[in-house]
């Protein structure tokens, strides 16, 4: 199933979600956990105007989410003159999956203004060969995505190394705010480089904090995230991302707490 195909077939009936996933979204022993947060996201949207925009998702993975049927139950926790919180819960089964917190706000007038300063990739996407999918390499749901790494060991290299790596969905659907949060988690924390062998590593809690909006890109173009360690210690890993458009403008930051194994 195509990445909008899902987001698409989400029914709701009040504050209850259905939604199938099929196999090849597979990451391990788990469905890949932008797909689940994507979900969440697309739940609590049925319940958010689209006229207040993502400002910050924030996803505890609790346990795995196996392929097939989810519910997702999604409250709104508030609604203020700008900002509304709201809340979900992936179900696989009796099983929570993930418990979500969405914020979502409307510009404000603000004499505080900062962003982060775009930072050029060593090489252009053009010149970078595409990584190719192989089912007894890569985990299912990599063949729903497109990545070129412009810088950074890969994984199992043996190599400490941040990263900078170009990434699209292969869904030629317009894009939409769940597609780029689905987009983000695509690639490997860059803990896995360090490894000189294949070891497992599981997402705990991923925060994403949108400052900028801006979907009117074609579904081909290429986004970028640069990724890197922040700490690692006693087999948890703390990293931060950012993400930029394909205009290379900074537009969201990814906070992650892994587990690696070994």
Known sequence: MRFSEILDSISATGEQCQVTV??????????????????????????????????????????????GTWRIRA??????????????????????????VGVYGMDRESAVLVKPAAVDSP????????????????????QHFAMRWALGAKPFSGTRSPSKVFIRHRDPA???????????????TPALSMYQA???????????EFF???????????????????AATGGYVNQTGLLHDPNGRPVALSRQLFAVFG
């Open 198 to 208: 294949p070891a497992p590593g599981s997402s705990l809690v991923w925060m994403l």
């Open 75 to 100: 409250r709104v926790l508030r609604v203020g003159r700008a900002v509304t919180l709201a809340q979900c819960e992936v179900l696989d089964g009796d099983q929570v999956a993930a418990v979500q």
């Open 212 to 230: 900028e909006h801006d979907l009117e890109f074609s579904p081909e173009a290429w986004w970028r995230i640069d990724s890197d360690i922040d």
């Open 22 to 67: 099929s196999d090849d979204w597979m990451q391990g022993r788990a469905t890949y956990g932008g797909l689940v947060a994507a979900v969440g996201n697309e739940a609590m949207r049925k319940l958010v105007p689209r006229d207040r925009p993502l400002r910050s998702l924030q996803t505890t993975f609790v346990g795995p989410a196996a392929a």
């Open 174 to 188: 317009p894009l939409t705010e769940s597609h780029i949060v689905g987009l983000v988690d695509c690639i490997p």
């Open 123 to 142: 090489r252009k996407v053009e010149e970078i060969n595409e990584v190719r999918y192989s089912p007894d390499r890569f985990p299912a749901f990599v």
